[in-house]
T-cell receptor, first 112, second 114 residues
Framework: AQSVTQLDSQVPVFEEAPVELRCNYS??????LFWYVQYPNQGLQLLLK??????LVESINGFEAEFNKSQTSFHLRKPSVHISDTAEYFC??????????FGTGTSLTVIP | NAGVTQTPKFQVLKTGQSMTLQCAQD?????MSWYRQDPGMGLRLIHY???????DQGEVPNGYNVSRSTTEDFPLRLLSAAPSQTSVYFC?????????????FGPGTRLTVL
């Protein structure tokens, strides 16, 4: 089975500051990588995904993540966060496209 | 499209009671799955299905049953509820045969077992 590690359970950051949420996975084979966001009392929504091609992927709201095969990482970054970015963020991995394995989540709190 | 719907949104059970969490999707997705979300543990896969009539176990299947009689519906049954099953349950669906696509999640069911 895959394992996904999100080392930071809580990340407080001031508004307009940059942020990086870390994600590492265990597989040595080709994987598909995802970041999901969960706002309070809601389900998960896809933020961005890496399937193949360019290792840098972007979302429509300014987040980006870079697939690093040698370090088996898929860290999520944003150069300037907003209050509305306060949420729980989950990294997920799929090998077959069938089963998805999720990290334990990182709670991002943006401080005014 | 309504997407993925789940009922009920909240449920309180007593130990030993049984119940069914409902999940339906109207996107004609082949793949459906059930997760439970617990603090500090992220989402863990309970059961999944790759099409009508086909189900398989995930990471934490004990105490739960599923069936997939139609493409649209994927109910999760708790046979004899235990306090350890207190959790938030999410149903998700995705299109399987067209390769890897995003999973669409329902709004969740918050279950408390007393």
């Amino acid at each position: 089975a895959q394992s996904v590690t999100q080392l930071d359970s809580q990340v407080p950051v001031f508004e307009e500051a940059p942020v990086e949420l870390r994600c590492n996975y265990s597989s040595s084979v080709s994987v598909y990588l995802f970041w999901y966001v969960q706002y309070p009392n809601q389900g998960l929504q896809l933020l961005l995904k890496y399937l193949s091609g360019s290792t840098l992927v972007e979302s429509i709201n300014g987040f980006e993540a870079e697939f690093n095969k040698s370090q088996t990482s898929f860290h999520l970054r944003k150069p300037s966060v907003h209050i509305s970015d306060t949420a729980e963020y989950f990294c997920a991995v799929s090998v077959s496209g069938n089963q998805f394995y999720f990290g334990t989540g990182t709670s991002l709190t943006v401080i005014p | 499209n309504a997407g993925v719907t789940q009922t009920p949104k909240f449920q309180v059970l007593k130990t030993g009671q049984s119940m069914t969490l409902q999940c339906a999707q109207d996107m004609n997705h082949e793949y459906m799955s059930w997760y439970r979300q617990d603090p500090g543990m992220g989402l863990r896969l309970i059961h999944y299905s790759v099409g009508a009539g086909i189900t398989d176990q995930g990471e934490v299947p004990n105490g739960y049953n599923v069936s997939r009689s139609t493409t649209e519906d994927f109910p999760l049954r708790l046979l004899s509820a235990a306090p350890s099953q207190t959790s938030v349950y999410f149903c998700a669906s995705s299109s399987y045969h067209r390769g890897v696509n995003e999973q669409f999640f329902g709004p969740g069911t918050r279950l408390t077992v007393l």
